[in-house]
């Protein structure tokens, strides 16, 4: 979880437990007393009514399940609000922390801040009335409702800003990302992409040809260039005419595609179909030549010692994975990569051997992931892959694949010697939670099994593997 660090996050949250502990002096303890009994007696009910309310949104059922909702996030409601009817001066600092925190979530999974707010607006409500039916309307009543109203304004308070500074933090990461050119060599990869993309076009020239089964015949959009262009193109030239258009472009050549290669078996409209799809084809290529012009290298997002990025533009490039999950109905994974007794390296053959590990492991990780997939040195001797468009059997295969070159391909050091390295490696698949840091979370989780069950192996993460330490606040959240 992000903490709050900065002088003025401090003031912020200083001045608000003063108000807060003032609010709750002024009712008295009589007004507590009422509002804490109801928290034990509807706590369950309404947390039930705020996701009632909330999942009558689109925007929030289209990145919310009711499983989710059901499972995890109403029961988080049910203790969050227990535990704000249950506030008082002694518990005021530890509440306010939390508030932040549940900012920072709802920050990163992208729920719209008006839906809370009105969620609050609907829980104030059911309470003045329950304070009502319990209570009376006497002076009691009174403190309590004026308690409940500071309570719940504060608590929001508390959350709006730390949505909103985690919200400009992710706006100014975002900004850059699509400034920063994901390639590191933007004419090498300008090539490679026009490469990849004439290969796709000849191997269907050739399967027409020589009458092969074109049935099955990989579709542009999921071919290597389709996946690049999805998944690292697009964040990396910014939303634009262009990309919108190369969009088109692959999805109309597809839509060709399907008709020609299964429905329409005659030579001559098979050759007007194939000028067709060559056409749109050579659309993209110049579409896709005008974007490299636009782009240059920024090395803010590098990692110096490897070349890989580093793990500055990993949530942008987890939240937008997860957005085209929801939209595809289709998966990604994240395998955590921690080198193997990496300290000992460093203690028996110095600092020098143990860089050249990480460059060596870097390069392994680079030359043998798919041109779609993010390789990110994440800090010390830990790498984070993040394979796109990938169910769990084959990103267990990649994994496994990877684990074994490592463990078979020895670093050479300066004397001549060799340094044999492994790797353990935790695999957590995308489980369609709108929280990154989920996914983040079981990966880590399954990478501390695969150390403790002996290393040099690939553990594959669940939500019943114990938390990795660090990351036991993730569960209640």
């Not at 009994?37 to 949104?57: I, S």
């Not at 499983?67 to 518990?91: E, G, I, S, T």
């Not at 299964?262 to 001559?268: F, I, L, S, V, Y």
Request: glycine residues 6%; neutral net charge.
């Amino acid at each position: 979880m992000n903490n709050v660090t900065s002088h003025n996050a401090d003031a912020e949250s200083t001045a608000l437990i003063t108000d807060w502990k003032k609010s709750l002096a002024a009712a008295g303890p009589q007004a507590g007393q009422v509002l804490a009994e109801l928290g034990d007696r509807h706590a369950q009910a309404l947390a039930a009514h705020f996701y009632k309310v909330m999942m009558n949104d689109k925007r929030a059922s289209r990145s919310l399940s009711h499983d989710q909702v059901r499972v995890r996030l109403q029961p988080a409601m049910q203790r969050w609000v227990r535990d704000l009817l249950h506030a008082n001066p002694d518990n005021v600092e530890s509440l306010i922390a939390a508030q932040r925190v549940v900012g920072d979530v709802h920050a990163r999974v992208g729920i719209p801040v008006d839906l809370v707010t009105r969620g609050t607006r609907v829980l104030k409500q059911r309470l003045f009335a329950l304070i009502a039916e319990n209570t009376g309307h006497g002076e009691a009543a009174h403190a309590a409702i004026a308690s409940l109203t500071a309570s719940f304004d504060i608590a929001l308070e508390g959350m709006t800003l730390a949505y909103s500074n985690a919200r400009e933090r992710s706006s100014r990461t975002d900004a850059a990302y699509r400034l920063f050119s994901l390639v590191q060599n933007v004419s090498t990869e300008r090539e490679r992409q026009r490469a990849l993309l004439l290969d796709w076009e000849n191997t269907l020239l050739y399967a027409l040809a020589s009458q092969d089964e074109t049935s099955s015949f990989q579709p542009l959009a999921k071919s290597e260039f389709g996946l690049w262009f999805t998944h690292k193109g697009i964040p990396s030239f910014g939303e634009s005419s262009e990309t919108q258009q190369i969009n088109a472009l692959i999805n109309s050549v597809d839509q060709v595609l399907q008709h020609t290669l299964q429905q329409d078996n005659e030579p001559n409209s098979r050759v007007l179909y194939l000028q067709e799809v060559r056409m749109k084809v050579g659309q993209i290529r110049n579409l896709l030549g005008m974007l490299f012009e636009r782009i240059g290298e920024l090395d803010a997002g590098r990692d110096a010692l490897t070349n890989l990025l580093n793990r500055r533009f990993l949530p942008t490039v987890l939240r937008r994975e997860i957005e085209l999950a929801e939209k595809s109905g289709g998966s990604f994974a994240v395998l955590l990569l921690d080198l193997d007794h990496f300290k000992a390296i460093n203690d028996e053959h110095g600092h020098d051997t143990g860089d050249r590990a990480l460059q060596h492991v870097a390069g392994i990780l680079s030359q043998f992931s798919r041109g779609s997939d993010y390789v990110f040195r994440y800090g010390g001797e830990e790498f984070v892959l993040v394979l796109v468009a990938v169910q769990e059997q084959q990103a267990l295969t990649i994994a496994h694949g990877l684990c074994r070159r490592i463990a078979d391909t020895p670093v050479q050091l300066s004397d001549g010697q060799q340094l044999h390295i492994t790797t353990s490696i935790g695999v957590a698949l995308y489980d369609g939670h709108p929280d990154y840091e989920r996914v983040m979370a079981r990966a880590d989780a399954a990478m501390y099994q695969a150390k403790k069950q002996g290393r040099n192996r690939i553990i594959l993460g669940s939500d019943t593997l114990p938390a990795a330490p660090g990351r036991a606040a993730l569960q209640r959240s």
